[in-house]
């Protein structure tokens, strides 16, 4: 059974429809990277799973429930973990205070956050505003990680981050994959990092799955068709 599962998913914004026939799974331990052009229902793909954002036509289930009628923050309690895009930390909080405001009980605490992201440690006591992009985009990952989820959603985890930064978050996610059974959504461009981690692709175009299959049976030609500028 898939942990979650998204099938003929429609979404709009206002009058406006941005999804019109999303289908997504996600196993345990799976990473699935969420690929597309911009604008072409990515992050509005997330906030649906989210539920940030009402699907109005399909089902979306977690766990085997389905969530379509659960608030946002039930769905966080189920164990669904967001690193948002933008990063959003609370910027005149503490990095620790950051870390603990949403934290549940679980094998990521404060200590395994410090673990995988030593920074983090030697800036607890610095509010969040004071630290560079790199290191909020560390914290917001921490943040979501001590949620304890079963399924993180990363949208756009090293996007305008400097290289050895970008790094250091997909040497985290590498991590994440290898020593824990948690799932991963990942929304990201970088073909070669993808390459590193992901089980699954899906791609977008026009709000709609048009490619669903193993990362490695991506080839030229459908990157070309549907990620090429």
């Not at 089902?59 to 769905?75: C, H, M, N, Q, W």
């Not at 610095?126 to 943040?143: N, P, Y």
Request: proline share 2%.
């Amino acid at each position: 059974m898939s942990l979650l599962k998204l099938a003929h998913v429609s979404a709009f914004y206002g009058h406006s429809q941005a999804l019109f026939d999303v289908h997504l799974t996600v196993a345990d331990g799976e990473v699935v990277a969420l690929m597309g052009r911009n604008g072409m229902g990515k992050s509005t793909t997330i906030k649906v799973i989210c539920r940030l954002l009402k699907n109005r036509g399909g089902t979306v289930s977690f766990g085997g429930e389905d969530i379509a009628r659960l608030p946002a923050y039930k769905v966080a309690r189920m164990g669904v973990g967001l690193v948002p895009e933008g990063r959003r930390c609370f910027t005149d909080l503490t990095v620790h205070e950051n870390l603990i405001a949403a934290a549940r009980r679980g094998e990521w605490d404060f200590a395994a956050v410090s673990k995988l992201f030593p920074r983090l440690q030697e800036r607890k006591d610095q509010t969040a505003g004071t630290l560079s992009g790199g290191e909020q985009q560390m914290l917001a990952i921490g943040r979501a990680l001590m949620t304890n989820p079963r399924l993180l959603v990363l949208d756009e985890a090293t996007e305008g981050l400097a290289p050895v930064v970008r790094q250091e978050i997909w040497a985290a996610i590498s991590k994440l994959k290898a020593e824990t059974g948690m799932a991963i959504v990942v929304v990201d461009k970088s073909l070669k990092e993808l390459h590193s981690v992901a089980d699954k692709a899906v791609i977008l175009e026009k709000g709609k799955s048009v490619w669903v299959g193993d990362f490695a049976s991506l080839t030229h030609e459908i990157t070309d068709k549907y990620l090429g500028v």
